[in-house]
């Protein structure tokens, strides 16, 4: 079956960039997206097919795919960005999510 | 504002069904162009997706619960739901539905409900 597999953490002080990958074999071609979870929240979209961004998204949020790797990036990152991360593509009629990325801001 | 509730017993007894069902509404169910899923999430654990459901019947089910799977669909009362069946503890974990949408070779979830926990316990 197919796997993705991210960092388990992140750090990043404020009003820095942060970067979150996303491996997985040939990943860059397939669409990747990436959601925000909040604790004790539902999960929210932020990036859907590679690089672009729902409305209500801030522009900090991008993203990119290419090779074996997609990334989340944000920049300029902000206390309320603190989440956990998750990646998710489409392969052999099934949605993957990868592992999730714990991103603490600090 | 496409709202999804799920509803259905918070706890079950191991080798029972599972049942939950989500409503959906502000937003049509029978809209070819979305699709209705099932995701869960163990407690301070990662994403499961479960499955998928079109209101045509069509289904894409995770296989690793695929054998223990059955998803429906109700268009007149805007529902869909989970069947699984053999539970045991491994089950236990927040399950939430969810809508979710194609485009090209990709898809994604653009609206989740707020999730409802599901405990396996004797």
């Known amino acids: 079956s197919y796997e993705l597999t991210q960092p388990p953490s992140v750090s990043v002080s404020p009003g820095q960039t942060a970067s979150i990958t996303c491996s997985g074999d040939?990943?860059?071609?397939?669409?990747a997206c990436w959601y925000q979870q909040k604790p004790g929240q539902s999960p929210m979209v932020v990036i859907y097919?590679?690089?672009k961004r729902p409305s209500g998204i801030p522009e900090r949020f991008s993203g990119s795919n290419s090779g074996n790797t997609a990334t989340l990036t944000i920049s300029g990152t902000q206390a309320m960005d603190e989440a956990d991360y998750y990646c998710?593509?489409?392969?052999?009629?099934?949605?993957?999510f990868g592992g999730g990325t714990k991103l603490t801001v600090l | 504002q496409v709202q999804l509730q799920e509803s259905g017993p918070g706890l079950v007894k191991p080798s029972q069904t599972l049942s939950l069902t989500c409503t959906v509404s502000?937003?049509?169910?029978?809209?070819?162009?979305?699709?209705w899923s099932w995701i869960r999430q163990p407690a301070g654990k990662g994403l499961e997706w479960i499955g998928r459901?079109?209101?045509?019947?069509?289904?894409n089910y995770n296989p690793s619960l695929k054998s223990r799977l059955t998803m429906s669909v109700d268009t007149s009362k805007s529902q869909f739901s989970l069947k699984l069946s053999s539970v045991t503890a491994a089950d236990t974990a927040m399950y939430y539905c969810a809508r979710g949408l194609n485009y090209g070779s990709g898809t994604y979830i653009d609206y989740w409900g707020q999730g409802t926990l599901v405990t396996v316990s004797s």
């Open positions: 998710q593509a489409w392969d052999s009629s099934t949605v993957v």
């Open positions: 502000s937003g049509s169910i029978s809209s070819s162009i979305y699709y």
């Open positions: 097919q590679d690089t």
């Open positions: 040939k990943l860059g071609d397939k669409y």
């Open positions: 459901i079109y209101t045509s019947g069509s289904t």
